[in-house]
């Protein structure tokens, strides 16, 4: 049995341009984010399997249009060169989720080469009780604010 798991008070993933013409990024930010991966290694006659488990407080998804050049001098520093890159960037939200608890069970075959998502089976919890109070993203959202 392999397990990982994780807990953070925020999460921000940012998923860069694709190409130097591409002028967009997508950016998630979640909150309170909970998540431990747990997997059964397949040996006989035991089927191997993946169950995650995932738990976010919020989380919202975005994306950054009109991206600035950042200097090569900010390279060194992450914050300071992801800020000057969305200094005067325009942020549409394109989702935003409410409080949510996730599982999903895979049965994993074989050496998993090439099986995606396949067998998947999954179930979604609205948590509104833990929604109630959250207030949107607080201080998440303040660790990262971009000064214009």
Not at 61 to 82: A, C, M, N, V
Not at 109 to 119: H, I, L, R, S, Y
């Amino acid at each position: 049995m392999q397990h990982m798991s994780l807990e953070l008070k925020c999460l921000r993933l940012v998923v860069f341009p694709r190409t130097m013409d591409d002028l967009e990024i997508a950016h998630f930010l979640g909150r309170d984010v909970k998540a431990q991966l747990n997997r059964l290694v397949e040996s006989a006659p035991i089927v191997g399997k993946r169950d995650l488990l995932l738990s976010f407080s919020s989380m919202i998804i975005s994306k950054f249009t009109g991206l600035g050049h950042p200097q090569t001098s900010e390279l060194s520093d992450g914050r300071r060169w992801l800020a000057s890159l969305l200094h005067g960037a325009s942020e549409a939200t394109i989702v935003g989720l409410p409080s949510m608890t996730m599982h999903m069970e895979e049965p994993h075959e074989g050496d998993g080469a090439g099986k995606g998502v396949d067998g998947l089976a999954g179930a979604t919890q609205y948590n509104r009780a833990q929604e109630e109070g959250t207030g949107g993203f607080g201080s998440c959202a303040e660790l990262f604010k971009v000064d214009d």
